[in-house]
Nanobody
Framework: QVQVVEFGGGVTQSGGSLSLSCEYR????????MEWYRQVEGKAREAVAQ???????TYGDPVKGRFTASLNGAKNTFHLRMDDLKPEDTGIYYC???????????????WGQGTQVTVSA
């Protein structure tokens, strides 16, 4: 059974920085992608950053130039460094791991519980 655990988040002032990490636990056959989403009050869930196992991460337009994502060498942890944070970045940040558990299994998504990020003005 694959579990997704998120670390980090918290409270900071406008212009500050926070970091998030997402780790998946459990055996898989193949990792497809790791993604960060956020749920901002009053808005639909939106994509923040995404990476496959190769290539460079991609970002949602609201965070481009301010957030930096990276996959660790073991390819089981997806980090998100958030700089120049704004009050509109406040929300719950969720990690989603897309993976194949066995050679014949379909791609499945595994979601973390979410972690709160709060940016005060």
């Amino acid at each position: 059974q694959v579990q997704v655990v998120e670390f980090g988040g918290g409270v900071t002032q406008s212009g500050g920085s926070l970091s998030l990490s997402c780790e998946y636990r459990g055996a898989i056959y193949e990792l497809v992608a790791m993604e960060w989403y956020r749920q901002v009050e009053g808005k639909a869930r939106e994509a923040v950053a995404q990476t496959g196992i190769i290539g460079v991460p991609t970002y949602g337009d609201p965070v481009k130039g301010r957030f930096t994502a990276s996959l660790n060498g073991a390819k089981n942890t997806f980090h998100l460094r958030m700089d120049d944070l704004k009050p509109e970045d406040t929300g719950i940040y969720y990690c989603c791991v897309s993976a194949i558990e066995t050679e014949t299994a379909p791609i499945r998504e595994y979601w973390g519980q979410g972690t709160q990020v709060t940016v005060s003005a």
